[in-house]
């Protein structure tokens, strides 16, 4: 598929570390197909009125390009703070907020600032595999917790994991990718206070909170200083492209970051353009609404197909199926691209348009139908 999909035979001369000569780059396959239905991404793309006003924002500011960014994004970090502010009733100010390019850049930072050789970090598979990506990246100890099979944290054994291992970073992603499903706030609470119990940091990776009509853990900041939330504006912000992701914590985590983060590391142009997508946020969480309707909608869909749909607080769905790797070649070849993420018998779909919702679910009756016929 990729040219990365085994390790590559390095050369002899390359002075590469040990501990990666084995590994492959992270990566869903790229292919140029008409239905993209793989990454999550937000399927609308931007208003016009939206565009007009990020133009405006480059042509105005373009020339003081010889200038480095604001350091440390003082504005937008206080624009992200009125946001989850008014979106979460949580009273957060700006020296709360960290921003960077992109969620994962937020994650390595926390494991160049709090974790590293020697260190354990714990995250529950199946998860974002990014978080123990760059674990590996980081030379951190990685240690995979359990979920059970309905894919909820199996939380007896995390507060195990959490007693004997003493992680500095434990990693939730609710609501989780690859599954859709959500962790309780009660479940979460109990691993918060587990973990500052062998003084470790909780990480909730919040990419899809948007979607979810669970409450934010935004609410637990004031209770737990070894909380860190992790947000994104690639997904209900419909900003993939740009690269913005930010963090909600302590003041102390933000000022620890500080010691870590490359300078200048957030471009003017960026800052920008996050800005004026933060004055749209009532249109692009109009669209989260849409999607969230859609969702409802390919839920039943596949039912409808006889398939067993995990119940999903995100943008996407995964759902159970036989023959999954031949089911995705089909898909692929009449232009549908889903994911497998090595979850046997199962495939993950993104929440697309709603025509693009109509060819994924098209192309699947009829393969469905097809390999019934063969049997
Ligand atoms: C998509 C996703 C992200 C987003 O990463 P960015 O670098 O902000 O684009 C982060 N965490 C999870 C769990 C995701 O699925």
């Known amino acids: ?32 197909l008409e239905v993209k239905l793989n990454t999550n991404e937000n399927p609308f793309s931007l208003s016009p009125a939206l565009v007009k006003k990020l133009s405006e924002a480059i042509a105005n500011s373009a020339k003081d390009f010889n200038r480095y960014p604001d350091r440390d994004a003082i504005e937008l970090r206080s624009e992200l703070a009125k946001y989850l502010s008014s979106t979460t009733g949580v009273n957060l100010s700006v020296d709360q907020i960290w921003a960077a390019n992109g969620s994962n850049e937020i994650i390595q930072t926390l494991f160049l600032a709090f974790a590293g ?7 529950f598979t199946p998860s974002y595999s990014m978080h123990e990506n760059i674990a590996r990246s980081t030379g951190t100890n990685w240690i995979t917790g359990e979920r059970l099979s309905n894919f909820s944290i199996d939380l007896s054994s995390a507060l195990k994991e959490i007693s004997t291992q003493k992680p500095k970073l434990v990693f939730i992603t609710t609501p989780n990718n690859p599954t859709g499903t959500s962790t309780a706030i009660s479940d979460i609470r109990k691993i918060i206070e587990a973990t500052a119990q062998v003084g470790g940091l909780t990480i909730i990776d919040e990419a899809y909170a948007e979607f979810s009509e669970q409450p934010s853990t935004i609410e637990l900041l004031s209770k737990y200083l070894n909380l860190v939330v992790i947000r994104t504006m690639s997904k209900a912000f419909s900003f993939a492209g740009v690269r913005v992701g930010y963090l909600a914590a302590g003041k102390e985590v933000v000022d620890a970051l500080q010691l870590v983060r490359l300078p200048y590391h957030l471009s003017t142009p960026t800052q920008l353009l996050a800005k004026v997508a933060l004055e749209f946020q009532s249109e692009l969480l109009a669209e989260v609404e849409q999607l ?13 197909l006889g398939l067993t749909v995990v119940p999903s ?47 994924f679910l098209a192309a699947l009756r009829e393969i469905l139908r097809v390999l019934k016929g063969e049997k």
């Open 1 to 32: 598929m990729s040219n990365y999909d085994s390790p590559l035979d390095w050369p002899n001369w390359l002075p590469l570390r040990e501990d990666l000569k084995d590994q492959s780059p992270y990566g869903a396959p790229q292919l140029p």
């Open 117 to 123: 050789a020697g260190v354990n970090s714990l995250g």
């Open 292 to 304: 969230k309707i859609e969702r409802n909608k390919v839920v039943a869909e596949l039912q409808n």
């Open 313 to 359: 607080s995100a943008n996407f769905l995964l759902f159970s199926i036989d023959n999954e790797k031949q089911v995705w070649q089909e898909l692929v070849k009449v232009g549908v691209l889903v994911r497998d993420v090595g979850i046997a018998g199962h495939l993950r779909v993104t929440i697309g348009t709603p025509s693009e919702n109509d060819r």
